[in-house]
């Protein structure tokens, strides 16, 4: 099968992307590619640091899945090594290391879910644990020469914590050092990452430079945001969508997002046609459509794309059920909770629906108060807020209530 045009591939690749560094290298790159027939190497890292993926981490793995379908040889590097060092991006303290055999439990669990996405008989997947538990010393020592610490501490959370004097390990300079390592030992024309992962990328054009290869290309994807519209999309702040999460869950957490982050969504985390953004982009610009009729589409997508037609329209029917018919609206304030029971009086009170346990009570006993449309009367009452649920009160006070 001959590859697309160049053009073509530019559209696809530059969809969502932040940054192309330099975009007239992989323009040769591509040229080359499609006049000798042969396929780039692409490749992007996942440290597994935890053990489900979110919609946060397929917005590469979108972007990878394009790159197979423009006939790019896609290379997953799972970093069974560089998840025990941990990533320093964004962090102001030192990560928690992580042990071997957590990692490759958690790795397991990206493999399957990687393949919900990705076509698996096109796909890499290398650990990068192969090549560094092979290094001898004086190996490590010749990969540690080819950086500065003056370099190092150029990088904007060294630099603050160095500034702020708070603790750097020498074995957090190791990670970018490894990150390009990887590269080395692939081959890679081009790496993705996250814009957070800019100066990781960047020092694996120069480690291949230094090894006497032709650098990669460097594309950064921007960091999709939580259902709280103001976050990153994480599972320690409980704003997440799992890919694994039961078809009605994703469907309502999709119809809770604020209306801004709808067109990114459909951008970062869908398969809709460019041709498709485009229409949903002006529908959205257009003040007589409503943008709920637009999430609606939005939160079928996805649950299509991880559980399929029949089960993207019986959630919609459920929540329209449990929602829409009780005039509940899309946004309302969100709280999270580490426990995974609550007394129903507590949890007035935790979100501020109520001021006081004495008026909590009241409006308990007085039938003013339901969870998912289910009245509750009895102030002992014990409330599971495992995924996500919508705690009324009276007529017009609403809360979301997650469990972290």
């Known amino acids: 099968m001959p590859f697309p045009t160049l053009n073509e591939q530019m559209d696809v690749i530059r969809r969502g ?7 007239d290298e992989l323009v040769k790159k591509l040229e080359k590619s499609i006049k000798e027939d042969t396929p780039l190497i692409i ?132 990670y970018p050092l490894m990150q390009g390592y990887d590269s080395v030992m692939i081959k890679a024309d081009l790496e993705m990452g996250a814009t957070e992962q800019k100066f990781n990328l960047v020092i694996g054009r120069q480690i291949q430079k230094e090894y006497g290869q032709e650098p990669q290309i460097v594309l950064t994807l921007p960091v999709l945001e939580g259902l709280d519209g103001t976050q990153r999309m994480s599972k320690s702040l409980g704003n997440y969508i799992g890919i694994d999460e039961a078809e009605n869950e994703i469907y309502g957490k999709v119809m809770s997002i604020p209306d801004k982050l709808i067109y990114p ?36 997508t996805i649950v299509r794309m991880y559980h399929g037609e029949e089960a993207s329209k019986s959630a919609e029917n459920a929540f329209e059920q449990v929602f829409v018919k009780k005039d509940i609206p899309d946004e309302m304030p969100e709280f999270s909770f580490e426990q995974e029971n609550m007394r ?32 509750i009367d009895d102030i002992f009452a014990e409330v599971n807020i495992s995924g996500s649920k919508v705690l009324k009160v009276g007529k017009r006070k609403f809360a979301r209530i997650t469990k972290k």
């Open 17 to 23: 992307t932040v940054d192309l560094l330099p975009e």
């Open 43 to 174: 490749k992007q890292g996942f440290d597994p640091t935890a053990p489900d993926i979110h919609l946060g981490h397929t917005v590469g793995i979108r972007k990878l899945k394009q790159f197979q379908d423009l006939g790019h040889q896609v290379v997953v590097i799972i970093g069974d090594y560089t998840a025990m060092v941990g990533d320093p991006s964004e962090k102001n303290s030192t990560r928690p290391r992580l042990t071997h055999g957590q990692v490759m439990q958690n790795a397991e669990t990206y493999r399957q879910q990687f393949f919900k996405i990705l076509d698996e008989p096109k796909t890499e997947i290398r650990f990068n644990g192969d090549w560094f538990k092979k290094l001898t010393f004086e190996k490590i020592m010749e990969l540690a020469s080819k950086f500065t610490v003056a370099r190092m501490l150029e990088r904007d959370d060294f630099s603050k914590r160095y500034s702020g004097q708070l603790p750097i390990s020498i074995h957090e300079f190791f």
């Open 265 to 300: 969504y459909f951008e970062l985390v869908t398969d809709v046609s460019l041709d498709e953004l485009k229409n949903i982009k002006s529908q959205l610009d257009n003040v007589n459509i409503n943008p709920r009729d637009v999430k609606k589409y939005l939160g079928r």
């Open 344 to 375: 129903i009086d507590e949890l007035l009170i935790a979100t501020k629906t109520a001021s006081s346990k004495n008026e909590a009570r009241r409006l308990i006993t007085q039938g003013g108060v339901s969870v998912n449309s289910e009245k």
